[in-house]
């Protein structure tokens, strides 16, 4: 019988509700969306599609993506998922082991939102607790690898030798392009180095590292200890590449350098590495933090992000970004690197992981690992097996000759993985996970391969006393290293526990407060999509296991790759890259390697909008395309006469035109269509930076208008969370001609495709992909097509509510913007000597962070709301600015001095707005309490304004000695 009129249940679907979770993703429900749609004189979400976004691109194919489910059975499915990967133990290694992430820390950063949903600390006020972990994390390296200075984290350890590579030949005048790479360098490094090294004219030259000498090369790159395990005293090696002018590369592992010698002492220029076995789980490949550690000399030339000191407006010291790590925007396509999200989560979390174990806990963690290791090495030689090398710290390279299939077979039927190191030979890596069960089912298989008796749990005995070090004496580490009190002071769990919260306390994360921050997209990472990347059947499986260990991996990719594509309009989709700036290096690298393929081997001209991204340009810059400046006009679109004069300038090389859409000035520019067409008919691709998605699911497709290739941010518009400036990940989404020229991984037993590997593991940042899963898994196409459109509504009221305070720069058809837009302050600049930077601080003391500052455009904000941010606090915001704009006016009105007013002030600590003495035209309420809400609820910042100038001037990027007093005045204030 079909339902009763009368029932009072509703029906069953209605009950079951399978599109719940869209409801918690998107902030403002219906009667919030017909509030805002009304403000805005639209009848409905459609209709403001229609009046928001062009025609002519509007998108024809729905997505075809599998019906929505809720958060419980979308978890179900992805269980499902993941336990088609089989977890063996792995004592792999290459540069991948096991590690235990002590549980307060775990529960503390890692499943905290408070960590994991913060930005990129570009504004460092609001961003203390992580700048300070960061610093922490540089000290870290800097220390173990006996160097001066380190950055805040790399991608993975493969990119950072390449950055090594090309920061060696941006600083060493030597002659020659010709990179010496020894041959026990970890594969996947090679592969990456290979990939990097062609575009730019540089030659790899392969072989035993005894042989680095010989010839003539600007940089080696040494592994230390080796892929197989080798531990050898470099110092005579580098003292004579050195005196030679080449600059030297050390590849080491950060354990080992608490027992050995570090690269700074063997005499390395520069070392490189992968902090992941500080806690960080395999996770098939990532995320973790790799590390660049240069010689001071060398410091300027760092790429990626480094943190130093510097002091606030009170002259109490304060950290920041320093200056090399924010100039990417003005030094485009000669940034010393391309890289933007970098691996913060990952790097804090390695960094607490020292921090809680001191230099003893880690010293005692690799003694462990170090006396398990010697011990199956005697273990192994007593049952008459060979080892490559008689000198290691946690690998053995067994000889195993004709065994070699039957001990991987026997290891595997015992649960375990081994490296497959050579037809003849077999890797084992320890780790600090290895227990003495371990040890015995180790050399229980190596014993049944040969027929030898089986081990006895008394082997153990043999190390009771301790153990001789099986390395030269020569290279025992000598000196003290992490002596900074954060490295002692946090060592019982509660005081851990203390510290951890203490430093969250004093960011603003999504947990605070809206991060309105344009370009970015800080939208919900819910919770059910965090879940699964913790599961120990994505966490523990090694990048390079058998492929059918990790065939829960495939699915989870092939998925999520089928389900990009429809979101996109794309033919095929990788998700290698580890950033949107590696996205757009793989992106690229493929549009070079068609034109190479159809003979067209001379196109290397890549045209950029002014208003681009800074990391198109360098990018461009990195497959070793010339970029050629396209303006723009008054609207802040492409200028199309200008576009189509410098394609036809260029057409016999014209290789590529990067574009950004909706464009950086978040709008839908119409004549887009015609845009791609200008570049192909002159025989270029057309780039679409996909960092912009968030306001096109379900309602454009890029290729649809003529884009070639794009990458996506799964970090902005799939709700991968921030971590503080990573993870991230980058996919490369193509049209089919491109598909062949996607990446490729031989390491993983891929093969090498056309273009090679772009990142150290096949899947990239892998195991953070669940994230992405479960987000398109719970909203279906509809739920996405409407997150897109909610964007839009959000950012479109905005720019309405605040219109009547401050002028909106762009907008599109119909005065509409697209998902995000500019307000532009620097009117106030003439008025009344208010910046956009005023501004932004002082929305600070509001409790909000600060907008995108002087993106795209010098001196205004950006405001991308995203769907996430419910009606409330789109209006709480719009409340700060408009008390903002009034406190503003009585400055222009010279109620205010133009110096001394709240806004220069900003943000008001509050040691500043109690001090005893208060001489100012303002009252202590104006500055701490400007609306009543604030009475309620404050967030006071833990720091004034810190002065970035002075800071670059003192270039200081270690812990600060503890008894440091206040630093002295900074010399120049005002910038
Ligand atoms: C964020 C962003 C990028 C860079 O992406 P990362 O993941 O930070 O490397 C590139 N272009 C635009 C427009 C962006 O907003």
Redesign the pocket.
Known sequence: MSQTAASPFPGLAELEDAEAFRRRHIGPDAHEQAHMLRVLGQRDLDSLMRSVIPESIRRDAPMQLPAAVGEQQALRELRDVARENRVLRSFIGQGYANAHMPGVIRRNVLENPAWYTAYTPYQPEISQGRLEALLNFQTMVADLTGLDVANASMLDEATAAAEAVTLARRVSDHASNSVFVADDVLPQTLEVLRTRAEPIGLQLQVGPAAQAGQGEHFAVLLQYPGVDGGVHDLRELIGGLRARGTLVIVAADILALTLLAPPGELGADIAVGNTQRFGLPLGCGGPHAAYLAVRDALKRQLPGRLVGASVDAQGNSGLRLALQTREQHIRREKATS????AQVLPAVLAAMYAVYHGPEGLLRIAQRVHAYTALLADGLLAQGWELRHASYFDTLTVLTGTHTEAVHAASVAAGINLRRAGEDRVGIALDETVEREDLLALLGVFAAVRGAAAPRPGLFEAAAAGIEPRWPRSLARRGAYLTHPVFHAHRSETEMLRYLRQLADKDIALDRAMIPLG??TMKLNATSEMEPIGWPEFAAVHPFAPAEQRRGYQRLAEELQAWLAQATGYDAVSLQPN??????YAGLLAIRAWHHSRGDAARDVCLIPSS??G??PASAHMVGMRVVVVACDSQGSVDLDDLRGKAREHAARLAACMI?YPS?HGVFEPRVREICDIVHEHGGQVYV?G??MNAMVGLVSPPEFGADVSHL?L??TFCIPHGGGGP?V?PVAVREHLRPFLPGHVAAGEGAGAVGAVSAAPLGNASVLPIAWMYMRMMGAQGLREASAVAILGANYLARRLAPHYPVLYSGQGGFVAHECIIDLRALKDSCGITNEDVAKRLMDYGFHAPTMSFPVPGTLMIEPTESESLAELDRFVGALVAIRAEIARVERGEWPRQDNPLKAAPITAAVALADSWEHAYTREQAAFPVPELRRHKYWVPVGRVDNVWGDRNLQCACLPVAEPAAQQPEAQAA
């Open positions: 391309n890289i933007c999200t370009s970015c950033a949107g700036s590696q996205g757009e681009a991204h990391t198109n950004t950086t930076d960092a912009n941010n970090h902005k991230g980058g």
